[in-house]
């Protein structure tokens, strides 16, 4: 079972910044946060991961609480191409089991 | 660098027919993972492997799913015979060691209609 909860889904302007928020209120100490995202008709494809620290890549920011209760992908300038299901998954160390909740269908509008 | 492969890309059955898929993972990745994931859902894990043994294969429904990857390089799923509810697009996906914090990097995947 997922143990996230994320919105069905979301709207953004073109150039805007999309802030897709996930709830991992019962993460353990352990356990790291993922981000993935699926494009239509293809495989997730990695974005970005991070334990309690905020990370960021050429791809994306994430944000994660202090408490770690809770996190937010930032796609810092939206483009349609990054209309996509995007994932919030929380893995312990050293278990690969990704358990993949519904996502949020992120649709990037002109 | 080439990705993971898997083919075919879309196969049509009907049920208690049987059907395989394979998957060429990247080179050098000594994981291999296969996963189902049902229309409007996440990708469910179905097994892992690590170079030619089987890690977790505890979500596999081994009274009609099999895969093997009997070189630890491509790998083969195969379900024998189809239900309806098999419908569904099966990922597959690799990682370099399966250890710790790695990347797991998918394929296309193959989606299967069971008629």
């Known amino acids: 079972d997922a143990k996230t909860t994320q919105p069905t889904s979301m709207d953004c302007a073109e150039g805007r910044a999309a802030n897709l928020p996930c709830n991992h209120s019962t993460i353990s100490g352990n356990e790291y946060v993922y981000w993935y995202r699926q494009i239509h008709s293809q495989g997730p494809q990695y974005i970005i991961h991070g334990l309690k620290n905020n990370e960021t890549n050429e791809m994306a920011s994430l944000i994660i609480t202090e408490d770690r209760k809770s996190s937010t992908l930032i796609l810092p300038h939206a483009t349609l191409r990054d209309t996509a299901v995007y994932y919030c998954i929380v893995r312990p160390y050293r278990d690969n089991d990704m358990r993949f909740g519904a996502g949020t269908r992120l649709t990037v509008k002109p | 660098e080439a990705g993971v492969a898997q083919s075919p890309r879309y196969k049509i059955i009907e049920k208690r027919q049987s059907v395989a898929f394979w998957c060429n993972p990247i080179s050098g990745h000594a994981t291999l993972y296969w996963y189902q994931q049902i229309l409007g859902q996440g990708p469910k894990l179905l097994i892992q492997?690590?170079?030619?043994?089987?890690?977790?294969d505890s979500q596999l429904p081994k009274d009609r799913f099999s895969a093997e990857r009997l070189k630890g390089v491509d790998s083969t799923l195969k379900i024998q015979p189809a239900k309806l509810e098999d419908s569904a697009v099966y990922l597959c996906?690799?990682?370099?060691?399966?250890?710790?914090?790695?990347?797991?990097?998918f394929g296309p995947g193959t989606r299967l209609l069971v008629l």
């Open positions: 996906a690799s990682s370099l060691e399966g250890t710790g914090q790695e990347t797991q990097y």
């Open positions: 492997f690590q170079n030619n043994g089987v890690v977790d």
